[in-house]
């Protein structure tokens, strides 16, 4: 519980910011190099920014990703509202790629255009065992929200 | 609402297996000409059975698939079940390629098995602007559900 | 994880109504002298039948339940799907009285007639920190259902 | 469409806290007029602000909400939250006390101690047919919020 008080601070207020346990190059390099699956899921991506507890992450328009009526797919925002809560964990606690998803929970609001997307989450909870978090996507360039996700990740415990 | 407890009556009770607004070869060869793209984000997938208001889909293994752990991808169990939904809507109102998901919340409850999974969805309401449904995820072979998902299309309106 | 495998086992297949780990007398012994509290949300209820791992919770319908357009409100099936399975998580693990929500889904289906409401609940999973499950609400002799729930519980360690 | 453009506008932007369609006093008096039953789900309850498309509720604190653990119950979370998304929705639309809950999702993120809890309600997105918001939950003079609430409201057409 006194971890889970420590971290949390982390989260609000003047820490909101703070340095990420893995650099933007760190994570990349990682992933390439023990996750490459990443890329058949989202194809082009790249990570924007990236802070303790938080992450924007930007996927790159891909006309595979079109379905029915000029739009990208559902499959698409929930992948990158997915990997962007990873991110997020990943921010926070460092390299621990077992960490899986729990529950994902999403709303889609209005039909993206054919462009780059753009996924910003951040984390709500940070407990030994739990993460929660939220992302919020925009087409590149809009005000308006495409997609809003809820998301809960399991924390394998360290031995 | 005349038309609401309609086609609800068909979802319960005696009526539960009626046949289908598409059989299953007008649907794949819709999807086919119409929604090429589908099989970009579920690769070899099959539906193997259809009735109205559900279905049940295989999608083929495929080692992209994989994550960390050697398991599948949540990714890969939301494109699925998103599609085993969509299925089970047009299998009540026919082919309306434009409906769209607006919410859809899925829990991961097991490591999926490098297997295939198999997607069996049902429809717990059909109103004539939302359906809502859920899709229960079986690894093929095995009795535990590895993923659980509801969801809520809404059905654009025929002018 | 095999303590995870065994409890599943009882889920599904031929023991899916094994005995619960609490019967319902010695249940609604507990709540009623350790959680009289559960009175003033759900007011009048009973358990209907308990077994390992589900149950089956009735609440009786009172007016003060009713919100404009003389239907039951969304927070009397809320309160009840919760309550449904909380039961069906001490169903399983016995009396452990702190097990607490972490998620909670719900998609109302149909507006619910002035009368009792039958909440069934059944676990999805039972793992040593959390377990999921799916509730089916249903009006009293009715068969569509008014509201679908699905929620997580996290089961304290016991020291 | 055109509509929905209009008001999503005035969710963002410039205008993000313009005048909602009903001041405080006009809402809490049709409240108390034509929902009484509302004070029996939540209990003493305040809207400390309101603008277009989002609220402040308070909710006084009830020893009869508590739950084994000294803490406040997961329904009465739901219920406020539920509560604070309805009236966002009116300070968009208006008095339009038919409109429903579709879908709510919650994570609990932290036990609240036994004091009042504050629920800040804002649309993420207003159409004609649906409304989809979230609502941060926090306990009286605490940064960390206690729960986090996406929901969706279906608002009933005008003859």
Excluded at 38 to 46: E, F, T
Excluded at 94 to 106: H, M, Q
Aim: a positive charge; one cysteine or more.
């Amino acid at each position: 519980m006194a971890d889970t008080k420590r971290t949390d601070a982390k989260l609000t207020g003047v820490l909101e910011m703070a340095a990420p346990a893995l650099t933007r190059k760190e994570l990349l390099k990682r992933l390439d190099s023990e996750f490459p699956e990443s890329r058949h899921a989202l194809g082009d991506y790249d990570i924007e920014e990236i802070w303790y507890g938080g992450c924007r992450l930007r996927q790159r328009y891909d006309k595979r990703l079109l379905r029915p009526g000029s739009t990208l797919s559902g499959a698409t925002m929930m992948a990158l509202g997915d990997f962007a809560m990873y991110l997020a964990v990943l921010s926070a606690i460092g390299w621990v790629p077992l960490a899986v998803t729990t529950n994902l929970s999403i709303n889609f609001l209005r039909k993206p255009p054919a462009r780059d997307l753009i996924a910003e989450a951040r984390l709500l909870k940070l407990g030994k065992q739990l993460a929660v978090g939220e992302v919020a996507i925009h087409a590149d360039g809009a005000d308006d929200m495409v997609a809003h996700v809820t998301s809960t990740y399991s924390i394998p415990t360290v031995k």
